[in-house]
């Protein structure tokens, strides 16, 4: 009979209020409960979250939740249409008909230009399912998934923002950023196994400091994950 997977099922709260603990230390534990069972092999132990997301042989839904992403994209591709008057630009008026014009169709290719410029763009608000295989996004307008495995790169940027580049199905790299409170356990997850000479997974600064002493003053000691390998 296997031990049953709960990393905040001893928490005593009121200590943990004390100690100054929030929602989001409940993700940062359950997450460093998670990158223990992964760096341990031990995945299958981990109780798949319910999902409405079709779940592949032999992967684990670790968490299900609405989330924000950001591409980065143009929100043109620079084309534009000049417009054109029918003026005699032999006469005052015609002349300021003319310049008048020029005027315009400039302005319309600045803006065409400046709209093709790559930003990051966000997308509408959608839902994330997180496994040890993959990010499933959907939103009211596209639905895909991104492997761990297809990935070029990951980054922590912020405690709730994720970055990563991967190239798509022409070859052509692009990136995405994904803010959710889900964002430490999907860079572990990717790096744990993809990605294990991840600086930032290495030094251990995905956790923030002294999240082991709030996790004792809490009541519940923090598996030792600054330095699963």
Same mark, same amino acid.
């Given at each position: 009979?296997?031990?049953?997977?709960?990393?905040?099922?001893?928490?005593?709260?009121?200590?943990?209020?004390?100690?100054? #603990?929030?929602?989001?230390?409940?993700?940062?534990?359950?997450?460093?409960?998670?990158?223990?069972?992964?760096?341990?092999?031990?995945?299958?132990?981990?109780?798949?979250?319910?999902?409405?997301?079709?779940?592949?042989?032999?992967?684990?839904?670790?968490?299900?939740?609405?989330?924000?992403?950001?591409? #980065?994209?143009?929100?043109? =591709?620079?084309?534009?249409?000049?417009?054109?008057?029918?003026? =005699?630009?032999?006469?005052?008026?015609?002349?300021?008909?003319?310049?008048? /014009?020029?005027?315009? /169709?400039?302005?319309?290719?600045?803006?065409?230009?400046?709209?093709?410029? $790559?930003?990051?763009?966000?997308?509408?608000?959608?839902?994330?399912?997180?496994?040890?295989?993959?990010?499933? %996004?959907?939103?009211?307008?596209?639905?895909?998934?991104?492997? #761990?495995?297809?990935?070029?790169?990951?980054? %922590?940027?912020?405690?709730?923002?994720?970055?990563?580049?991967?190239?798509?199905?022409?070859?052509?790299?692009?990136? %995405?950023?994904?803010?959710?409170?889900?964002? $430490?356990?999907? !860079?572990?997850?990717?790096?744990?196994?993809? !990605?294990? /000479?991840?600086?930032?997974?290495?030094?251990?600064?995905? %956790?923030?400091?002294? !999240?082991?002493?709030?996790?004792?003053?809490?009541?519940?000691?923090? $598996?030792?994950?600054?330095?699963?390998?």
């Amino acid at each position: 009979m296997r031990d049953v997977f709960d990393p905040l099922a001893d928490i005593e709260r009121a200590l943990a209020e004390q100690a100054g #603990w929030t929602w989001f230390d409940d993700y940062l534990l359950y997450t460093c409960g998670v990158a223990e069972q992964i760096a341990a092999g031990r995945v299958a132990q981990i109780p798949s979250t319910a999902t409405r997301v079709r779940i592949e042989a032999g992967e684990v839904c670790l968490a299900d939740g609405g989330v924000h992403w950001f591409t #980065w994209r143009g929100l043109g =591709d620079g084309r534009w249409v000049p417009s054109r008057t029918q003026a =005699d630009g032999h006469t005052a008026l015609g002349a300021v008909q003319h310049f008048g /014009n020029a005027v315009r /169709n400039e302005s319309r290719r600045s803006r065409a230009a400046s709209a093709a410029q $790559p930003r990051w763009v966000a997308e509408r608000p959608g839902s994330a399912m997180i496994s040890n295989h993959r990010v499933h %996004l959907a939103n009211p307008d596209r639905a895909f998934s991104l492997h #761990w495995s297809a990935l070029e790169s990951i980054d %922590l940027t912020r405690p709730d923002l994720v970055g990563c580049r991967f190239p798509d199905s022409t070859g052509v790299l692009q990136q %995405l950023q994904i803010r959710t409170a889900w964002a $430490p356990l999907m !860079f572990v997850t990717a790096t744990l196994q993809y !990605f294990p /000479n991840h600086p930032v997974l290495r030094n251990g600064t995905w %956790l923030p400091a002294g !999240f082991e002493e709030k996790c004792h003053l809490a009541g519940k000691k923090c $598996p030792p994950v600054r330095h699963p390998r």
